[in-house]
């Protein structure tokens, strides 16, 4: 590597650091290099297998990282100790909180083999510990007892609209635990359409915040539930109706 790149991702690493910082993270010199190194391997496996369509350093600093650790802001850290990210992909928003927070469990939830794969790669490569990589259909999986009502938080960005993503993700959440949504755009709609649907699966709607982050030009949200009564067995119902049949 030439001196210019190492002082270019130097440069890169400490920008991540000060915008960590305005959430209240303090990163580690280690952490950071952990964040490179996810970066380089997540753009060299995207070379085979669709994982991103962001691939530019800063990019992924931002849209991926700093995005992910903006759930931070919904979320009172001491009362989560177990997480489940569902629709992971490549790991986000799961692995970038991993790597901040060494010390909770996670589980990363992924119907695709192929990300999966990708998933086992990185956990490793990192040395991350307490983390289970879990291949199947939330649909399915949210039956398991091993899985069902045992995470204090629940996570998931960009997998489907309110109404289907609460269904494939309140089963997984504990009673007195929380599903934090990541979302983009204008959501007001989207919330009002999933009222019925956070109902019926035993959540409360708690909190919709918007992201202040100069970062993001466009609008972000976080939509936090909390789950206040047990999720009725139905739920969810068999792969792809929380998709074709939104509840509400
Ligand atoms: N959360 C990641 C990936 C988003 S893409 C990110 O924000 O970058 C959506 C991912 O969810 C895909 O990898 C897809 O395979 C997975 N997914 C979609 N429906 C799912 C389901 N029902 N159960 C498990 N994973 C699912």
Redesign the pocket.
């Given at each position: 590597m030439g001196l210019e790149l190492i002082n270019a991702i130097i440069t890169t690493m400490e920008k991540l650091k000060a915008r960590a910082k305005r959430l209240g993270l303090e990163l580690t010199q280690g952490q950071l290099e952990q964040f490179d190194v996810y970066y380089q391997e997540l753009v060299g496996w995207n070379k085979r297998t669709n994982l991103?369509a962001i691939t530019d350093y800063e990019e992924v600093q931002i849209k991926?990282f700093l995005d992910s650790l903006t759930v931070t802001l919904a979320w009172q850290k001491t009362t989560a100790n177990t997480v489940i990210?569902?629709?992971?992909?490549?790991g986000?928003?799961g692995i970038p909180l991993k790597i901040v927070f060494p010390d909770i469990k996670l589980v990363l939830?992924?119907?695709?083999a192929k990300?999966a794969a990708f998933l086992r790669h990185i956990t490793a490569k990192l040395g991350l510990e307490d983390v289970e990589i879990v291949v199947?259909?939330?649909?399915v999986v949210a039956h398991d007892a091993r899985y069902r009502e045992s995470f204090d938080l629940v996570l998931?960005?960009?997998?489907?609209p309110l109404p289907t993503l609460v269904e494939?993700t309140l089963p997984f959440c504990a009673f007195g635990g929380s599903f934090i949504a990541q979302k983009k755009g204008a959501i007001a709609q989207e919330v009002a359409q999933a009222g019925k649907a956070i109902a019926t699966l035993g959540g409360s709607l708690r909190e919709v915040k918007r992201i202040e982050l100069a970062e993001f030009a466009d609008e972000r949200y976080l939509v936090a539930i909390d789950k206040v009564s047990p999720t009725p067995p139905q739920y969810p119902r068999r792969?792809g109706m929380p998709g074709k049949r939104p509840l509400g």
């Open positions: 991103t991926h990210d569902v629709g992971t992909g490549a986000i928003p939830l992924e119907a695709t990300k199947g259909r939330a649909e998931s960005r960009a997998v489907a494939l792969p």
